[in-house]
């Protein structure tokens, strides 16, 4: 009877350990994977550190085949760690933030932004080629976009830019009048926009194409790489030409550009760079009077980079058709 009733208790107990084993297991396994699923959509509760972050971009593919006419330069991981650093810390401008990136080229400051924590990454480019390997790099990092909100698209800022120069000096139109009513764009809006825009000195004008472009898409702020000897020409159009509410260089940095181009003739070369970071005019500043301001500056801006992409002999015709139809 004793035999019995210590087998009973004996089995009693092993039956309790049993489950509450299995509890434990069942628990562990459950918040380890809640702990993978909320890393991956949000990668970094607090702020990667930049030489974390910088191993982490280390990852990314290079372009395989940059083009020398869109001036196609990979932004190193070392440029991009300390402008998402000095953006997420500094100013709170990328986590929990809608970003564009513009000109994303391989992607490093897109999934940049995504690890320090961005709700939702945009990337525009002109090139296929460079999408694809966007995206390609995107699905280096596991969980990348999953449940945070990624979208890659194909856009030419430059060329839409040069639409608000909606004069066309070749026109004869009679029709044609200054009653004409410019019509804007519906820019895709975002909290904050990253870009490290062509230097302009292949795509004449690209530069500050870019800029514009990003202050009309940013509410908060734009973040762009520029050379440090452009600076003064870069304040300029950004407070007088894009008329933002303010423009500083929140850091100085180098950038190692590698020969990569049939012009090049060195291994490498270091160029001094200004990381700006711009803010636009935003909606409760905006009125009717600096609406139709900004759009007369855009228009001139429009004008002067359609003129800089021109060869010398089409300057030339064109400034002798506009002193034609001045005379007749």
């Known amino acids: ?59 990314i593919e290079d372009f395989r085949k940059p083009k020398q006419n869109l001036e196609q330069y990979a932004t190193t991981p070392l440029l991009a760690s300390r402008l998402l650093h000095c953006a997420s810390v500094e100013f709170d401008d990328i986590r929990n933030k809608t970003v564009i990136d513009l000109g994303c080229g391989t992607g490093v400051l897109s ?9 939702v990454v945009i990337g525009f480019d002109c090139d296929r080629d460079a999408i694809e390997q966007c995206k390609e790099n995107m699905d280096l990092y596991d969980g990348f976009g999953s449940g945070c909100g990624s979208e890659l698209v194909m856009i030419d800022v430059v060329e839409l ?35 490290n825009p062509p230097f302009g000195t292949r795509r004449k004008g690209a530069d500050v194409a870019f800029l514009a472009a990003a202050c009309k898409m940013a509410k908060y702020a734009v973040y762009s790489f520029h050379k440090t000897s452009t600076r003064e020409y870069v304040r300029k159009v950004a407070l007088k ?23 090049h003739r060195k291994d490498e070369v270091d160029v001094l760079v200004d990381v700006w970071r711009i ?6 500043d905006i009125t009717s009077n600096n609406v139709e301001e900004s759009e007369k500056l855009l228009k001139e801006l429009a004008k002067n980079i359609d003129e800089l992409q021109l060869s010398n002999r089409e300057r030339k015709d064109r400034a002798k058709l506009r002193e034609k139809n001045s005379t007749s």
């Not at 350990?17 to 702990?35: A, E, L, M, S, Y």
């Not at 500083?248 to 049939?262: R, S």
């Open 279 to 284: 803010e636009p005019l935003d909606d409760s």
């Open 1 to 59: 009877m004793l035999n019995a009733r210590a087998c009973l208790v004996t089995f009693v107990v092993v039956v309790v350990v049993v489950v509450v084993v299995v509890v434990v297991v069942v628990v562990v396994v459950v918040v380890v994977r809640f702990g993978i699923a909320r890393a991956q959509c949000a990668p970094h509760l607090s702020p990667m550190k930049p030489k974390q972050l910088e191993s982490e971009l280390q990852r």
């Open 111 to 119: 999934i940049g932004a995504q690890l320090m924590g961005a709700k």
């Open 241 to 263: 030409k894009l008329r933002a509410k303010s423009a500083n260089v929140v850091a100085e940095l180098k950038y190692t550009l590698k020969n990569q181009y049939a012009h």
């Open 161 to 195: 830019i040069k639409r608000y120069d909606c004069d066309d000096d070749d026109d004869d139109d009679e029709n044609n009048n200054d009653s004409f009513e410019y019509v804007d764009y519906k820019w895709p809006k975002c909290d904050t926009v990253l870009t």
